[in-house]
């Protein structure tokens, strides 16, 4: 496999024609501020942006966290019954459909401003991928297993807990990896409109002031703390799901 | 005493070209300590009737018995073991093979000696730590048996459990199976559609024929052990075999 470093050349590229476009003044400065001047931003506003980004970060752990423990149990259910599947298939269908930042009116009636919205709209961009991912993968599981713990007469139970879960779990983390993915789209989002603090708010609020330094800085906190929370998940999924190394044709 | 009897087996499964009749009026015994295969071509009912006898399905028509009790799900008498061996991709091999004795909720002391006590038997201490897809296709079989024999039982059901492999790995694991069986004494039912196979491995053949699935004819083999597929009368079964298991084609050969 080629060295990860590898991965960093589109960036340099990037702030290679960043620099060169800051160079031809081809927009003003206000518009389009220097990498400099955006390297500036992180060092004078470290402890500014260290807490919007903090606050953000909680707001999406919190949401993923409570999906998690919603849909994941549920998607197991699902999974296995064919009864809940046929009670739950539209509904899941209709409302995974509905882009949650369509719901921030809705969640700001209800909730006000303040952290509550933006987690309920989280949670409800992390629960469908989630969901759906976990129902996927208990569906996937290869019949012959469940027909040997059958066979071993293996009581409902364990049946779940070291068949099912397990078997499950791959697909589990793809659909963490989404939800995490969704939750940080969404937390971005509603800070904007919904809340008065986060890397959103710090973003909208830099633009009002015309402080596109910061804008850009934002942006890269986002853009970076949602590589990093790519790469824990993956990391994360080798470590649960060893057993799988080899299996597949090649790392995801 | 007969350990495994069906009688008047049928089964009808639903499906949306309407009901399909996989298994007719089988009669079939196997008395204790007998090894039977169950031979024919696919689609005639061989392994569902298998499956029937593991308790994962019920017939419609007729009543099986495994040691002289009326079948109702799967029983503690039997073990199965299946073609694509179903081992548990995410268990090591010992936990797999500790997997029929954890269903029956074995203490995990009383289970770690009993799988030491296969892996040994079976040849798999090396790879006792192992993953399933780090073995080759024989030795994961070696796991599949490993765990159906782990709780001891009176009938051990195999569905074509070395179709899957080279001619190689296959005798050598025939041979294997053999000792297995003459050293614990199980009635062993063994579905395959090779007739060398069958006629190495059983005691006595039942021959089925397909649409719908029923047993055409049974051939006692006896032959002694170790049973050497060269000679004339190994030949002569297997020719027998041959034009019950495709009656059509051998009167269309005499026509």
């Known amino acids: 496999m080629p060295s990860r470093v590898f991965g960093l050349l589109p960036l340099l590229a990037l702030l290679v024609l960043w620099q060169a476009v800051s160079w031809a003044q081809i927009y003003p400065t206000v518009l389009l501020p220097t990498p400099a001047k955006v390297a500036a931003a992180f060092i004078t506003e470290y402890p500014d942006i260290f807490r919007n980004a903090a606050a953000s970060i909680t707001r999406v752990i919190v949401g993923v966290s409570l999906a998690f423990c919603f849909a994941v149990p549920l998607g197991l259910l699902i999974g296995r019954y064919q009864i809940l599947d046929v009670l739950a298939d539209w509904s899941i269908q209709i409302f995974r459909s509905v882009p949650p930042i369509s719901l ?16 309920v709209l989280i949670f409800l961009a992390a629960t469908w991928p989630l969901l759906i991912n976990t129902i996927f993968g208990v569906r996937s599981i290869e019949r012959t297993l469940i027909k040997v713990a059958r066979a071993a007469r293996a009581s409902e139970q364990l049946i779940f807990r070291d068949i099912i879960l397990p078997s499950a779990m ?8 989404l939800a995490i993915g969704g939750g940080w789209l969404t937390v971005v989002t509603a800070e904007m409109i919904a809340v008065k603090s986060g890397l959103g708010y710090m973003i909208l609020n830099a633009q009002l002031t015309f402080r596109s330094e910061l804008i850009v ?4 906190v986002i853009g970076a703390i949602g590589l990093i929370a790519d790469q824990g998940v993956r990391a994360l999924r080798a470590r649960v799901c060893r057993w799988q190394e080899g299996l597949t044709a090649e790392a995801e | 005493m007969q350990f495994v009897e069906c009688r008047g087996v049928g089964k009808i499964y ?22 039977v295969c169950l031979l024919g071509l696919s689609g005639c009912g061989k392994s569902t009737l298998l499956q029937l006898i593991a308790g994962l399905e019920a017939p419609t028509a007729g009543s099986i018995r495994v040691g002289g009790i009326e079948l109702d799900g799967p029983s503690d008498e039997t073990s199965i073991v299946f073609q694509d061996h179903g081992l548990f991709p995410w268990m090591t091999v010992e936990r797999n093979v500790e997997f029929n004795m954890k269903a029956r909720n074995a203490p995990s002391d009383a289970r770690a000696v009993r ?3 296969l892996l040994t038997m079976m040849g798999l201490t090396g790879v006792a730590t192992r993953y399933p897809h780090e073995l080759s296709g024989g030795m994961r079989q070696r796991v599949g048996i490993a765990r159906a024999l782990t709780t001891r039982p009176r009938a051990l059901l195999m569905d074509e459990p070395f179709g899957a492999l080279d001619a190689q790995t296959r005798g050598r694991l025939q041979e294997e ?3 297995i069986w003459e050293h614990q004494r199980t009635t062993v039912l063994f579905v395959t559609h090779s007739i060398d196979e069958a006629v190495f491995l059983a005691d006595r053949i039942a021959v089925f024929s397909p649409q719908p699935g029923r047993i055409t004819g049974t051939v006692p083999i006896e032959l002694p052990r170790p049973r050497d597929p060269e000679t004339p009368r190994f030949t002569a079964l297997k020719k027998e075999l041959r034009r019950m298991l495709v009656p059509d084609l051998h009167g269309a050969a005499l026509s």
């Open chain 1, 104 to 119: 921030i009116p809705m969640a700001l009636l209800f909730f006000g401003i303040g952290d509550k919205p933006a987690i």
């Open chain 1, 217 to 220: 800085a934002g942006i890269v």
């Open chain 2, 14 to 35: 639903a499906s949306k070209a309407g009901p399909v009749e996989a298994l007719r009026g089988i009669d079939l015994a196997a008395s204790e300590g007998e090894f």
């Open chain 1, 170 to 177: 791959p697909a589990v983390f793809t659909g963490l990896r």
């Open chain 2, 177 to 179: 199976l053999l000792q």
């Open chain 2, 115 to 117: 799988a030491a006590e």
